[in-house]
């Protein structure tokens, strides 16, 4: 028993030793210097020559990859957020004027019937003939997932859809706060 | 007389889906064509030049305006 305690720690050594052989780590690593290639022992120089032309050859690659990327970012068309809004502009312009709308503050006013309908990005208040705010309706144009458009547009589809079925404001109505 | 264009409010400002010659286009194709794009976005079509719906395209109609539904209404 005194024999077999004294002995392990030295069994243990000799695995560590075996195990680090195997692995490849330490000082009887030198099966490390053969490389092979197609299960063929090239030798050090011809291995390190081989795997080095390899890495080359990949980084070349990858350099080529990102090259091609960075040329098809490139190309990509940006989105030109002024030039979208003045287009936008341009098409509220264009229906403010065929239906007979005025700007006013941050909104318009577009009379409807009897009643004047003053719509801004927000709110869209009814006005009766005296000029007395009747009624008024909450919707965030920014924040409309089905028309992701610039406000000036949204307000122009307001324009339309109100000038088109003045009942649509009491719809609009039973969903005021309306949130994306 | 310079093309009409079918346009839909977007967020690049407006996308034109259709551009025509009123002269020489069949009205039959651009009316389908304004028909399935209303029923694919539930929209209305709507004249730029006159701010009225448009219930049927003719060659004296000007630019159209696809207007989608706002608030679910």
Not at chain 2, 34 to 50: P, Q, Y
């Amino acid at each position: 028993m005194r024999f077999i305690n004294w002995l392990s720690p030295v069994v243990y050594v000799i695995q560590g030793i075996v195990i680090a052989y195997d692995f490849g780590i330490g000082l009887y690593s030198f099966h490390r210097h053969h490389f092979f290639i197609g299960g063929l022992d090239v030798g050090l120089a011809v291995g390190l020559g081989y795997f080095t032309a390899r890495s080359y050859k990949y980084g070349k690659r990858i350099q080529a990859e990102v090259r091609e990327e960075l040329e098809r970012r490139r190309q990509m068309p940006v989105f030109d957020q002024f030039a979208a809004e003045t287009k936008a502009m341009e098409n509220l312009k264009r229906v403010m004027k065929a239906t007979g709308t005025v700007g006013h503050g941050g909104g318009v006013i577009t009379k409807v019937g009897n009643f004047k309908y003053f719509i801004e990005n927000g709110y869209i208040r009814k006005y009766d003939p005296v000029g007395f705010e009747v009624d008024r309706t909450c919707i965030h144009f920014n924040n409309n997932p089905a028309a992701n458009v610039p406000a000036s547009e949204f307000i122009a589809s307001a324009i339309l859809l109100l000038k088109h079925d003045p009942s649509i404001f009491d719809r609009w109505k039973r969903q005021d706060d309306y949130y994306a | 007389m310079p093309n009409v264009q079918v346009k839909m409010f977007s967020p690049r400002g407006d996308d034109v889906l259709l551009d025509y010659d009123p002269q020489t286009a069949d009205m039959t194709e651009v009316n389908a064509f304004v028909d399935n794009l209303e029923k694919e976005t539930g929209g209305r079509a709507f004249s730029l030049n006159t701010g009225e719906a448009v219930e049927k395209v003719t060659r004296d109609t000007q630019d159209v305006v696809i207007v989608r539904p706002i608030a679910g209404g």
